[in-house]
Structures are given as C-alpha cells and as structure tokens.
C-alpha cells in the first residue's frame, strides 16, 4: 500500500524533472540526426526530426539548454543585430512576436542555421547541432507572449530588464 | 501544595512506578511521533546520520570507480559534478555536524545528570526539520536535480547566470534545514549545560564532553548565521532578481566566499572540537586516570573555539587579496596548531605510564593520534600562502581534510559509538568484530588517502571526472581505488556489528568500562526519566571518588516531569522546574516548515501563505493546556 503511494507520487515527479537533467554533450548520431529537419520547398514552416521529440522536446522545456541558448547567443553576435531582442538598424525585433518566417522552431532554427536573403547570416559552418537548436529555443522564448514553467535567469551584468524567469510561468504543453 | 506527591521517603520500586507515569512515551506509533524523550530523539538522530554516512561513502566509491582508470566511463561529467557535490553536502551538513550534535543530544543530559534536555519539544522539532532537509537533498538528487555546484557553492557559478534551473536553489534550502535543525540543538545544548547540571557538578567538576559540547555550541550559535544570510541571499538572488552577488549591479562575487568560510571554517571546529571531547572522554576511561591537565584541556577547547573564527580566509589565499590580509591569516591559521597541541600532549601525558586497556574504542582514539597528527601537519603546509597557492583544488588538499575530518573526526566517534554502545541499547559490541572493522578502517583509510597527497603533487586537480591516459595518475589512482573496498568493507562490519549487537551482543550492566562519569550511574539503557533521584556531584570523576552510593537529592514532585535547576558556575540547586510534556505539535509544525521552505524554492510568495500555517502549527504548539507542565 505504502509503496503504491510512493510510487504514484513519484512518476509524476520523475516526469517533472526531465527539465532538470543536463545533456552536455549529445551522442555524436543523435546530434547528427538533430539536423534532420524536414523543410517545405519555401524554406518556412517543416517538422523537427523524430529525435527532438525522442530527446523530450529539451530545446523549450529545459532550463540548462535555453541558458546555453543565452549564452551562445551573446557569444556569436547576434546583439550586434538583434540587441536584447528589441532589434536594431541592421537586424528586426524578435521578441515583438512577429516572424517574417514564421514563429515555429524548426523555422528558427532553419532561419539560423541557413541565414535568411534580407540579411541573417547562415551559422551552419560555426555552431554545432545542438547549439543551433539551443539558440532556436532561446529565440523563439525570447519572442514568447507567455513565459515557460523553464527559463534561463538574469545574467551577472547591469540589469536592463527583468530576468527571463521572473515572468509568470505558464504549464501548457508547448507546440514544437 | 501538601497535595503534591513527593519522592521523599518512597523507596526504589515504588519510585519508579511513579515516575514511569509522568516520563514514558505513549506506546505506538503516536508515542514514536510524539516523543520529546531526548534519548529516544539521541538514538534517531545517530541513526539517520549514520543512514547519510552510507549514502555519502556509496556516492564516494562510485567516484573512486570513475577515476581508476583513464577515461573511465561509469559516471558522465554532469552526474560526477552532482556526485561529489552530494558528497561533499552529505558528509558536512547531513552526516558530521549532526551526529556530533547527535551524541551531545543524547549524552550531555546523561552527563550531566539530568532528565531530560532543556527545550526538548524544539529538540524534537530539529530531528524532524533535519531529516526533511536530509530528504530533500536526497529526493532532488535521484530526480536529477541534484545540486552540481560544489558543496560551498561558489557564486558565479551557482548563481542565476551559470546554474540554471532549480539545482542550486535545493542545495541553499536544505542549508536552511540543517540551520534550523542545529541552532535548535546548540541552544538546548547550552541551556542544559548551564541550568540543569546536577548540583555540586560545579564548571571545573564538567566532563570534558561536555565542554565540548558547550564550546561546539556557541560555535554553532555564531558560525551559522553567516551561511543563513549567504545562502538567503543566493537564492534572492536566483529567485527574485537581487543582485547581492552581481558585480556588474554593485554586488560582490568575493562576498560570498567571505560569509561561507566565515561558517564553513568554523563548521571544521564544529564537528572537531566534539570529536576531542570524545577522545579524553575514552582516554580517561581506559588509562583509568583523570585526564591530564584538566583546565588546560577546557582552555585549549575554548581557544580553539573562538580562533575557529579568525582563520577562513586561509580558503581564499588564491583569490588575490591583499598581502597583509594573506600574512595575518598564515599565522592565524598555524596559530590554531598551539592549542590542537597542546590537547596531543595532554592526551600523551595521560598515556604515559599508564597501562590503557586496548579495547575497540582506544583503538580508534590511537589511530586519531596518528591519523590527527599527520593532517595536521599537511594543514601547516597548506597554511602557508606559497605553497598553498601551488598546492590549491589539488587532490594534495583532498587528501588533507580527509585526513583531519575522518582521521579527526570520525575515528573519534567510531571509538565513541563502541564506547557508548552499551549505554545506548544494554549490549556490548562485539570486540572481535571490532578489531577487524577497526583493523580495515585505520589500513584502508590511510591506503586510500595516502597517495592522494602524491597525486596532488604531481598536479593531479580535484573535482576533474576523468584524466587521459598520457598522464602519470593511472597507477596510484587505481591503488586509491582498490584500497577504498578495504575501507568500505571496514565500514560494512562496523554497521554489521551494530546491528548483530544491539540483538545478541553481551548484555552490558550500568558501567561496563568502569567509568568515571554519570551517565554510568543509571540502567543501560537509561529510563526515560534518566536518574531516579538527582545525584549530587562532588567532584570531576565522581564515580570514581564516591566508589558507594552517589549521594542525591530528594524533594521532587512525582505527579509532572520535574527537574532541578541549579546555577551556572557552581551549580547551586537554585529551584524545581517541570519538563514539557510529548506533543505531536513539533512534528506538525516541522512539516509546515518543510512545506513552506521547499515552496519558497519556486515562488518567493510562499514565505508569505506558507508561512500562515506555521504560525498556526506554533501557536497550537504554545497553548496552555492546565496540565501540570504548565504551571510555572
């Protein structure tokens, strides 16, 4: 009896904490088959590749892969064009939740890894798979109206905005 | 008030009878819940720490079998960082500090001849809060979330930027409950000492253990309000935006550093200065002679109590501040060696000439010596700031607390478990089990460690998962591991004896070793109410200088729990005073603590709702009830 209870509160918590686990590095195939997006001819709009749903969607739901995403999103210069997301002279807004591509992930990513004609450079040749994907998911949060139940927190520099968790959490299941 | 029964006149059993009335525990399940009987809580304590002990050292052979070989593949980098972090939190904050504060719960009122602790409800509440904490620690861990920081938790790195999610946030809560749980004990630590020792047991008539415990507890009551503040502050800052540990905003990233070492060091002399209490306590026993140099001793545990607090920056040496800062904490920190020597050649003076009867627990006390004094001498090594600076976050330090913490500690309170043994459950541990345990646990502990220092010297750095191949580390490392088995076999005996001999082991008799203190003046294991009559002390070994009866004092009420309290230097009777009754309400307000602590880990609003039901739980917990506790 005791132990069914256990159990029963435990599965939920186990489901809970995927967000918590921390892949720091993926096995070299299923980072190959990250990259495994399927594109309409248009180059918007596609599905991500069967592994990302198999990984458990972490790009949008793991606090550890969208603070990377911040990360690697200050490291590669994409402020130089974006700022903090309000956008500048050379690059748009991407937190005003209008997409020239479209707001799903995989168009993010696709939008990264191949850059877009009006001006994005393509990041394919400098980022690996997962690191793509980690900055599609920061982006695309980033743009959010809603904040998530996991999200990257304030950065040790002078505060020019409330940190990203300090939003109100939302615990919708999150398209892909 | 002629109506109140008293104890004078009624003779041994009918006095028991009457006091089993007021002082036993419901019986069941509600009586195991409610108890405030701080032997009942003593004993649970010692066990769920020796529980944390295990998992600690399972966690510590996983990473002794990651690292035997070159690129070993047992534990990735993120569960090694979550391993030895857990390590590190359970050995200092589940394991060492309260099972010493355990051993005082359960002995000092012993010692110092009275019924019960002072504030036994609060020492009931803190066994709950500790072991909540424990749990949490320990749940968030086989979830995946356990805290990967560190045990110390350095800012930047457990701060909001570089540890996202809530890992950190677990660690700085189960902080909070260890805090909780051990100020609650030093306080009823300290007021037991000094209001409720038997009259006559004036202070320089006080066991040694008992001044430790004494010490440890103003230590306690001073160190841990700076890990409060840090840790509160770290998680303000990861929760609500604060920004105490953000350079760039004003903060202060060397702030941190500053508050945890200001506890963290002190924390060292938390778990030590018992551990020497334990070993004169033993020595005295088995040398048959008072310790040598009684006032001595109580200096130097006092000096190291308060130097304790002028010596954390010896774990920053490397962080460059300023020279003058770097000099006054070398020779603050080699300045700690006079008094822990001074103990040494106490203890050798006590040894010398006498013919100590080599049972387990003088075992353990003479592989403290060496093990103690072999740490100690790595510690002025590492004191002084050149060598430090090339020896820092080498395995050579790894080596060097595990020689001051196991070989310091935890030898001691091996000694001090088989010492105590029979008064805790009636029977002796078996002796030749013992010598084996204690054989594989001196052997393996140095062949484990040992070469740790070697390693550390030929730059082999701590907290790295694997190393390749190229490097020289492979074979001593493989050697470490090997031995680590011994060790753990050693441990595995040690619990195997515990257990066999707390069923079947020879029943012991009220004094087994021929001791000198109090707590060898009643049954073992003791009745709940401790002394049938208060005995009255007239000297530091009384059981030795009055080989008859103890005298005792008589005049109590039988019809509440009742005590004597007696003035703080000379220990005067001053007046009667009843002990509180078992409630259920500790326990209730334990998990409303719990509740609203974990809560806080997600939303700061929890301090504000959850904080209601506490409230609730305390008042309830407060209220008069016309019981006979309560009058004044």
Same mark, same amino acid.
């Given at each position: ?6 159990? /029963?509160?435990?599965v ?5 904490? =995927? ?9 070299p195939?299923?980072?190959? /088959?990250?990259?495994? *997006? ?12 069967? *592994? ?5 969607k ?8 969208? #603070?990377?995403g911040?990360?690697?999103?200050a ?59 980690? $900055? ?8 959010? %109206? ?8 304030? +950065? ?21 | 008030m002629s109506?109140?029964?008293r ?9 028991d ?18 108890? &405030?009987?701080? =032997? ?32 070993g593949?047992?534990l ?29 719960? %359960? ?9 019960n ?5 609060l020492?009931?509440?803190?066994y ?8 949490l @620690?320990?749940? /968030? ?15 930047? @790195? ?7 999610? =809530?890992r950190?946030?677990i660690?700085?809560?189960?902080i ?11 306080v ?6 000094? =209001? ?9 008539r006080?066991?040694?253990f ?20 840090? #840790?509160?502050a770290?998680?303000?800052?990861r929760? &609500? ?9 004003g903060g202060?990233?060397?702030l ?27 020595l ?32 920053m040496?490397?962080?460059g ?41 003088m ?6 010596? !060496?093990?103690?004094? @072999? ?14 600076t ?6 050579? *330090? ?12 935890v030898?001691?309170l ?6 105590? !043994?029979?008064?805790?459950?009636g029977?002796?541990?078996?002796e030749?089990?013992?010598?084996w ?20 010297l030929?730059?082999?750095p701590?907290?790295v998962?694997? %190393? ?7 074979? @001593?490392n493989?050697f ?24 079947k ?5 009220p004094d ?18 401790? !002394?049938?009559r ?11 200088? /009055? ?8 005049g109590?009420? $039988? +019809?509440?729990?009742e ?12 007046a ?6 078992? #409630? ?9 603590? #719990?509740?609203m602590?974990?809560?806080?880990i ?31």
């Amino acid at each position: 009896m005791r132990r069914m209870l256990l159990l /029963a509160l435990a599965v939920p918590l186990l489901q809970g904490c =995927k967000r918590e686990t921390r892949d720091l590095r993926p096995d070299p195939p299923v980072a190959a /088959a990250l990259d495994g *997006v399927a594109i309409l001819p248009i180059g918007i709009g596609g599905r991500p590749p069967e *592994v990302y749903f198999a990984l458990g969607k972490p790009y949008r739901t793991n606090a550890y892969q969208l #603070s990377e995403g911040k990360r690697l999103y200050a490291w590669f210069g994409c402020p130089q064009c974006h700022g903090q997301g309000e956008g500048t002279a050379r690059g748009p807004a991407l937190l005003d939740g209008w997409w020239n591509y479209g707001p799903g992930l995989e168009t993010i990513y696709l939008s990264v890894r191949d850059g877009r004609p009006g001006g994005m450079p393509a990041f394919r040749s400098r980022l690996t798979n997962d690191q793509l994907w980690q $900055l599609a998911g920061y982006v695309q949060q980033l743009g959010a %109206y809603s904040g998530g139940a996991a999200a990257p927190s304030r +950065d040790d520099a002078p505060p020019t905005r409330p940190a990203e968790n300090r939003a109100p959490a939302r615990f919708a299941p999150l398209e892909p | 008030m002629s109506a109140q029964p008293r104890d004078t006149g009624l003779d041994g059993a009918a006095l028991d009878a009457a006091l089993a009335s007021v002082w036993s525990a419901r019986p069941g399940l509600l009586g195991w819940f409610t108890t &405030v009987d701080h =032997k009942a809580i003593g004993r649970r304590y010692i066990a769920t720490a020796f529980l944390f002990l295990a998992l600690g050292g399972v966690l510590a052979l996983l990473m002794r079998w990651q690292l035997a070989q070159p690129e070993g593949r047992l534990l990735g980098p993120d569960r090694f960082n979550q391993i030895f972090t857990m390590h590190g939190a359970t050995m200092m904050f589940l394991f060492a500090v309260p099972v010493m504060e355990a051993v005082g719960v %359960y002995l000092v009122p012993l010692m110092v001849g009275t019924r019960n602790i002072a504030f036994p409800r609060l020492n009931a509440f803190s066994y709950w809060v500790y072991l909540f904490g424990g749990a949490l @620690l320990w749940i /968030a861990f086989l979830l995946d979330m356990g805290p990967d920081v560190g045990w110390f938790a350095y800012v930047p @790195l457990s701060g909001p930027q570089y540890a996202p999610g =809530k890992r950190a946030d677990i660690w700085a809560q189960m902080i909070t409950f260890t805090e909780i749980a051990a100020l609650a004990v030093a306080v009823e630590i300290v007021v037991t000492v000094f =209001k409720q020792r038997a009259p006559g047991m004036s202070l320089d008539r006080m066991p040694l253990f008992v001044w430790a415990m004494l010490v440890t507890s103003f230590v306690v009551i001073l160190a841990m309000p700076a890990v409060v503040l840090a #840790s509160t502050a770290l998680i303000l800052d990861r929760l &609500v935006g604060t920004q105490f540990f953000n350079p760039a905003a004003g903060g202060d990233v060397l702030l941190w550093q500053h508050l945890f070492w200001f506890f963290g060091h002190p924390e060292v002399y938390i778990i030590f200065i018992p551990a020497v209490g334990m070993v004169s306590t033993i020595l005295s026993t088995f040398c048959r002679r008072p310790i040598f140099g009684y006032t001595a001793m109580v200096l130097a545990l006092v000096s190291i109590g308060l130097l304790a607090f002028g010596l954390w920056v010896h774990h920053m040496f490397t962080t460059g501040l300023p020279r003058l800062g770097e000099s006054f904490f070398t020779a603050s920190s080699m300045a700690i060696a006079v008094p822990s020597g001074l103990q040494i050649f106490c203890w050798l003076a006590t040894l010398w000439g006498a013919r100590p009867r080599m049972a387990v627990p003088m075992l353990y006390v003479l592989a403290f010596l !060496f093990t103690f004094v @072999l740490g100690g001498m790595t510690g002025v090594m590492v004191a002084s700031v050149p060598l430090d600076t090339q020896l820092h976050d080498s395995y050579f *330090v790894v080596a060097h607390f595990h020689y001051v913490l196991i070989g310091g500690a935890v030898f001691p309170l091996l000694g001090a478990i088989h010492y105590w !043994f029979p008064k805790l459950s009636g029977r002796m541990m078996s002796e030749r089990l013992g010598r084996w345990a204690w054989g594989l646990v001196f052997g393996g502990f140095n062949l484990v460690f040992f070469p740790m220092h070697i390693l550390g010297l030929w730059g082999m750095p701590r907290r790295v998962y694997t %190393y390749q191949p190229e490097l020289p580390w492979a074979g @001593l490392n493989l050697f470490s591991s090997l031995s680590a088995a011994l060790l753990a076999l050693g441990f595995l005996l040690f619990f195997w004896n515990a257990w066999r001999s707390a069923r079947k082991g020879e029943m012991a008799g009220p004094d087994p070793w021929g001791a000198p203190t109090l707590e060898w003046a009643t049954a073992s294991p003791p009745p709940p109410w401790n !002394f049938s009559r208060i005995p009255v002390v007239e000297s530091v070994s009384p059981l030795w200088d /009055a080989p008859g009866e103890l005298k005792v004092a008589t005049g109590l009420r $039988l +019809d509440r729990r009742e005590l004597v309290l007696t003035s703080v230097m000379a220990a005067e009777p001053e007046a009667r005073d009843s002990s509180p009754q078992d #409630s259920i309400w500790p326990f209730l307000a334990a998990i409303v603590t #719990s509740v609203m602590l974990i809560w806080s880990i997600f939303s700061p609003w929890a301090v504000v709702w959850g904080s209601i039901p506490v409230v609730a739980a305390l008042i309830l917990w407060f209220w008069p009830r016309g019981t006979p506790e309560d009058e004044s």
